[in-house]
């Protein structure tokens, strides 16, 4: 059994969608863990002041990993590294070397910095806690999960490795020993630490991520080592390079960080509800989305490398498709179900019906856009394959300043005019409901996210004028399947209402599960009806048994490998 386990973790995944769905199949996994994780927080705390103060921490450390850590980020890395070992073994290894012992010693010097700083900062990131005791916790909270960056740069720069030789169980495995050691943290260290035992659940999961890739890198003999003095001539155009790269990668999520902010000057609870959303709306992206972009990525920069152009755009086009195949989809349902979604994994304990409300409202702002987010995350690692940094930094630093810029004309829309504050609450079904003010913040980003989507996709389509014409079939059939999908589940969600009891947990379940199987069906028989060629490619791919995929035999750059 344990050879079984090794030998999986070990095994080389050749094709977009075997790996795609591996990687999907994995995000799934690690998704639940991610629910029961919220769950937890739920029941135990509620939307309040001890989660507002907990995920407002957390956004520090995160902002570091962000602009830091993202340098040595795969999508960063991974062209570097095939075109270093190309030219041989002791040339890749010593350029792993050289560009770790640059990117640790940033990384600990920043952390330091911000261990300094962090209590001057916190006032002005969020201005909305003026107890000195909620500010003390905010600062404690905090500097424990300084160690978080670091442990999670160190394991995206090992992943890069174990991309490079397509190890994509291990790279699957990160996020789920992450999640599990937050559980831990909640479960575990909270009760014994009270709620620096959070924090520690954070770290916890951060060092599980890391160590999960250390296994490989030692086999392969790549684990990097720290050469001093620093070898800044080896590296500076990883350095150069990454620079507009880690801007592009990190805008969005310094923007996201404004928005946190911005959360805090609202009711309490109103950070907690923001984050709960967040992380709904993320399953469908961390399934689709991150897993189409992540497993075609490797392929993209070798088909650059190799100077494959139109291979190049070919896999583009078929990884747009998917996107969109499976994104949209999952959009309508999560609509049309959010109440049921919300109730069944966070309504319970000290999560009350209003808390309820307001997270399944947000959460159908959200979802509309995991479609631009999922295509973002592709087009970004396309041109950073294309070895082009300037176009998506200049896109993404404009659009993440408009977003911010939405959230405070949002705010003050909401606050000023009665009718945009009415249509708001009586769409989403939350007129009159204390906090309702947070809904703003998720349309704001779902309309800067959108545009941002839109521009690259405009970008792209001039740099590769046949890209759209090939997608726009499945944006349709995708589309024409989903309107189908969400209505029929709409309907029946009324015919289970008088079915089952939607006054437990399980009865909110069952009327949502049933209600989104029946409406999945509708749509597949669309699908089949329209002969559409995703899902064929979808059969072919499960046909192929992605579990029991052969190794790969080596190409030319696997050859100098």
């Not at 349902?333 to 966070?346: D, K, S």
């Amino acid at each position: 059994m344990v050879k079984r386990v090794l030998n999986m973790l070990h095994r080389e995944i050749s094709g977009l969608h075997e790996a795609a769905y591996l990687l999907g199949v994995a995000a799934i996994a690690s998704q639940l863990l991610a629910l029961l994780r919220d769950r937890i927080f739920a029941y135990t705390f509620g939307a309040s002041r001890t989660l507002d103060i907990y995920y407002a921490a957390f956004r520090i450390p995160d902002l570091i990993f962000v602009s830091i850590a993202s340098v040595v980020s795969i999508s960063i890395l991974l062209p570097f590294f095939i075109e270093k070992f190309k030219e041989g073994e002791a040339t890749g290894k010593r350029f792993v070397d050289a560009s770790f012992s640059i990117f640790f010693a940033a990384i600990v010097v920043i952390s330091f910095l911000a261990y300094i700083c962090i209590p001057f900062l916190t006032p002005f990131a969020f201005p909305g806690f003026y107890s000195p005791v909620v500010k003390a916790q905010l600062v404690m909270l905090a500097r424990i999960m300084l160690l978080s960056p670091i442990l999670l740069g160190i394991s995206n720069f090992l992943a890069s490795i174990t991309q490079m030789y397509n190890r994509f169980f291990i790279y699957a495995l990160s996020p789920l020993l992450y999640n599990l050691g937050i559980i831990i943290g909640a479960l575990f260290f909270y009760p014994l630490f009270g709620i620096s035992g959070l924090a520690f659940g954070v770290v916890l999961g951060a060092g599980l991520h890391c160590l999960v890739q250390v296994p490989f890198i030692l086999e392969r003999k790549l684990f990097p080592r720290l050469r001093l003095p620093l070898e800044w001539r080896t590296v500076r155009k990883l350095v150069i390079l990454s620079l507009p790269r880690t801007l592009a990668l990190s805008a969005n999520q310094i923007a996201t960080f404004f928005l946190v902010s911005m959360a805090s000057l609202m009711s309490v609870g109103s950070i907690a509800v923001f984050n709960f959303s967040w992380n709904l709306q993320s399953v469908p992206l961390s399934i689709v989305g991150a897993s189409y972009a992540s497993a075609a990525f490797p392929a993209l920069s070798r088909y650059i490398s190799q100077g494959l152009r139109d291979t190049f755009l070919e896999q583009m086009i078929i990884s747009t498709r998917h996107i969109l195949f499976w994104s949209i989809p999952m959009m309508a349902l999560f609509v049309v179900l959010r109440a049921q979604i919300v109730r069944t994994i966070l309504g319970a304990g000290n999560f009350s019906w209003s808390d309820t409300r307001l997270t399944a409202a947000c959460l159908a702002i959200f979802i509309l856009s995991v479609v631009p987010q999922s295509l973002l995350l592709l087009f970004v690692r396309g041109y950073y394959a294309l070895g082009k940094t300037k176009k998506p930094l200049i896109i993404n630093v404009v659009t993440s300043v408009f977003l911010i810029f939405l959230g405070y004309i949002f705010i003050y829309l909401f606050k000023t005019f009665d009718t945009f504050r009415f249509f708001l609450e009586n769409l989403f079904k939350v007129d009159s409901l204390p906090g309702s003010i947070v809904l703003v913040l998720p349309l704001a980003y779902s309309v800067g996210t959108t545009i941002n989507a839109l521009v690259h996709w405009i970008a792209f389509q001039r740099e590769f004028p046949s890209f759209t014409r090939p997608v726009f079939k499945t944006l349709f059939a995708s589309f024409s399947s989903s309107v189908i999908m969400g209505y029929v589940a709409y309907l029946f969600l009324d015919i289970f209402d008088n079915i089952f009891n939607i006054n437990t947990v399980l009865g909110v379940f069952l009327q949502g599960f049933c209600s989104g199987v029946l409406g999945i069906a509708a749509g597949i028989l669309v699908l089949v009806l329209m002969k559409n060629q995703e899902i064929r490619e979808i059969w072919k791919a499960f046909h192929h048994r992605i579990w029991k995929t052969k190794v790969i035999g080596a190409d030319p750059v696997d050859a100098l490998l």
